[in-house]
């Protein structure tokens, strides 16, 4: 099984920043892709930002230019940097990480998604 652990959620004001940090740690082999997904009130669950193992990121266009994800290969970890937060910016933030494991000599691989219990970020105008 594999666990994440969000963190950096909190209440803040319009035009300021918040970082949001999510730890993965289990049984890990490797991991295909990091992600942050974010879910107002009355509204779907949206992709805020990705960063792919190779190094590769993609944004909402809601957020380019104000966020940034980023990760810690050794620690598992991965970080969204807000900034210049809006009112409409106000959700529960997810962390979403596919993780893969070897299951056999030959290098064989199975793939896993897991989601974080999610953290709040409130905007204040």
């Known amino acids: 099984q594999v666990h994440l652990v969000e963190s950096g959620g909190g209440l803040v004001q319009s035009g300021g920043s918040l970082r949001l940090s999510c730890a993965a740690s289990g049984r890990i082999d490797g991991i295909n892709f990091m992600a942050w997904y974010r879910q107002a009130s009355g509204k779907e669950r949206e992709l805020v930002a990705r960063?792919?193992?190779?190094?590769?990121?993609y944004y909402a266009d809601s957020v380019k230019g104000r966020f940034t994800i980023s990760r810690d290969i050794d620690r598992n970890t991965v970080y969204l940097q807000m900034s210049s937060l809006k009112p409409e910016d106000t959700a529960v933030y997810y962390c979403?990480?596919?993780?893969?494991?070897?299951?056999?000599?030959?290098?064989?691989?199975?793939?896993?998604?897991?989601w974080g219990e999610g953290t709040l970020v409130t905007v204040s105008s």
């Open positions: 979403n990480v596919e993780i893969y494991r070897v299951v056999n000599v030959e290098g064989a691989r199975v793939t896993r998604n897991y």
């Open positions: 960063v792919t193992s190779g190094g590769s990121t």
